[in-house]
């Protein structure tokens, strides 16, 4: 079965500095993987996915992640935050070819802006 | 266009009481979702629907939990009888349910936080 380790519960970094937030998966032949992010009461809301083709990954609000296989991660960046980006973040991964297949999220990471 | 709506927003309950959440999808998306999301975990699917059959309920404690989806619209989840570990945000989400599993865009709802004591 799929899984996935977000490295960072809680990531600080400063207003207008690059942000990486770190996810790993599990090992699959094929792969869907996912970044949500989750603002403080609200529900999930997808920045971006990575289906097939490109490894780069651009997604919405400047962020963007990097599908790298040979080391099996899904690393999330923006080259410069605003406290607006203040939020929850998870990583999720499902695959396709597997008919019994879940999608799992991983256990979020808070970025935290700071003035 | 609408979001995901559910309700209630809160609820607290005491062990051994039911409660029952409500969803409604955006228009027209045939596949919704239920997942159970505890403090400090990522989301888990409990259940999936497309139109108003079960594609996956095999994360779902079925002894206690059950959901159904009457006409393909609107979702119901219940707990019966509540356990204090059931404590948790119930999140809903739909999709358009045009392509294969997983690979729509889900749409989520605010959830509704749920507090067993």
């Known amino acids: 079965a799929q899984s996935v380790t977000q490295l960072d519960s809680q990531v600080p970094v400063f207003e207008e500095a690059p942000v990486e937030l770190r996810c790993n998966y599990s090992?699959?032949?094929?792969?869907?993987l996912f970044w949500y992010v989750q603002y403080p009461n609200q529900g999930l809301q997808l920045l971006l996915k990575y289906l097939s083709g490109s490894t780069l990954v651009k997604g919405i609000n400047g962020f963007e992640a990097e599908f790298n296989k040979s080391q099996t991660s899904f690393h999330l960046r923006k080259p410069s935050v605003h406290i607006s980006d203040t939020a929850e973040y998870f990583c999720?991964?499902?695959?396709?070819?597997?008919?019994?297949?879940?999608?799992?999220f991983g256990k979020g990471t808070r970025l935290h802006i700071l003035p | 266009e609408a979001g995901v709506a559910q309700s209630p927003r809160y609820k607290i309950i005491e062990k051994r009481q039911s409660v029952a959440f409500w969803c409604n999808p955006i228009s027209g998306h045939a596949t919704l979702y239920w997942y159970q999301q505890i403090l400090g975990q990522g989301p888990k699917l409990l259940i999936q629907?497309?139109?108003?059959?079960?594609?996956?309920d095999s994360q779902l404690p079925k002894d206690r939990f059950s959901a159904e989806r009457l006409k393909g619209v609107d979702s119901t989840l219940k707990i019966q009888p509540a356990k204090l570990e059931d404590s948790a945000v119930y999140l809903c989400?739909?999709?358009?349910?045009?392509?294969?599993?997983?690979?729509?865009?889900?749409?989520f709802g605010p959830g509704t936080r749920l507090l067993v004591l």
């Open positions: 629907f497309q139109n108003n059959g079960v594609v996956d």
């Open positions: 090992s699959s032949v094929s792969v869907y």
């Open positions: 989400a739909s999709s358009p349910g045009l392509a294969e599993r997983f690979r729509e865009t889900q749409y």
């Open positions: 999720a991964v499902s695959d396709p070819m597997n008919r019994d297949d879940k999608i799992i």
